[in-house]
T-cell receptor, first 117, second 106 residues
Framework: GAVVSQHPSRVICKSGTSVKIECRSL??????MFWYRQFPKQSLMLMAT?????????EQGVEKDKFLINHASLTLSTLTVTSAHPEDSSFYIC?????????????FGPGTRLTVT | RKEVEQDPGPFNVPEGATVAFNCTYS??????FFWYRQDCRKEPKLLMS???SGNEDGRFTAQLNRASQYISLLIRDSKLSDSATYLC???????FGTGTSLTVIP
């Protein structure tokens, strides 16, 4: 149990285009999903916390107009990188926290490797 | 000051050795603590939660020290397959430590 999928796993796009990444919890419901990015040899940096049915909470320094997050259902959250630039190239990972009360662990998707040329 | 701090290592230990990692946190109100492992170019996977009383899972032991605000992970009888980066995670917002790199040498 506790499987999270992410799509696509890898994407290459041209500078100025937008890219949408999907994160799905496959066998559980998740009221909260998190979006991270990770640069090589660095730890995960939390970008935003996404709650189903409400606006995402962005971490300081993360542009909400550039990284659009939609959490439309208890099993799906999307991250859209708008007007992507080469510096947005990174490994983007989502995670989901189960709905159950008292459960604070989270499960990660396999990540999306974005390369902007 | 960072929310969560870890010694990045690397730790290079021989097979069979015991190795311990610590992770300090700054928010004394933190309630949730976890250890994850991350293999190269993969997503983090939950290794174990850390409970107030300490907990053990096979060769792995996790402990919490609230007074000094740190958590620890002890790995006994290290295996080659334990080579990975170990990340501590604190609190519901899931702030990650920078990770500690472990390489177990045959």
């Amino acid at each position: 149990g506790a499987v999270v999928s992410q799509h696509p796993s890898r994407v290459i796009c041209k500078s100025g285009t937008s890219v949408k990444i999907e994160c799905r919890s496959l066998d559980f419901q998740a009221t909260t999903m998190f979006w991270y990015r990770q640069f090589p040899k660095q730890s995960l940096m939390l970008m935003a916390t996404s709650n189903e049915g409400s606006k995402a909470t962005y971490e300081q320094g993360v542009e909400k107009d550039k990284f659009l997050i939609n959490h439309a259902s208890l099993t799906l959250s999307t991250l859209t990188v708008t007007s992507a630039h080469p510096e947005d190239s990174s490994f983007y990972i989502c995670s989901a926290r189960p709905w159950d009360i008292g459960r604070y662990e989270q499960y990660f998707g396999p990540g999306t490797r974005l390369t902007v040329t | 000051r960072k929310e969560v701090e870890q010694d990045p290592g690397p730790f290079n230990v021989p097979e069979g050795a015991t190795v311990a990692f610590n992770c300090t946190y700054s928010n004394s109100a933190s309630q949730s603590f976890f250890w994850y492992r991350q293999d190269c170019r993969k997503e983090p996977k939950l290794l174990m939660s850390v409970y107030s009383s300490g907990n053990e899972d096979g060769r792995f032991t996790a402990q919490l020290n609230r007074a000094s605000q740190y958590i620890s992970l002890l790995i006994r009888d290290s295996k080659l397959s334990d080579s990975a980066t170990y990340l501590c995670v604190v609190n519901a917002q899931f702030y990650f430590g920078t990770g500690t790199s472990l390489t177990v040498i045959p």
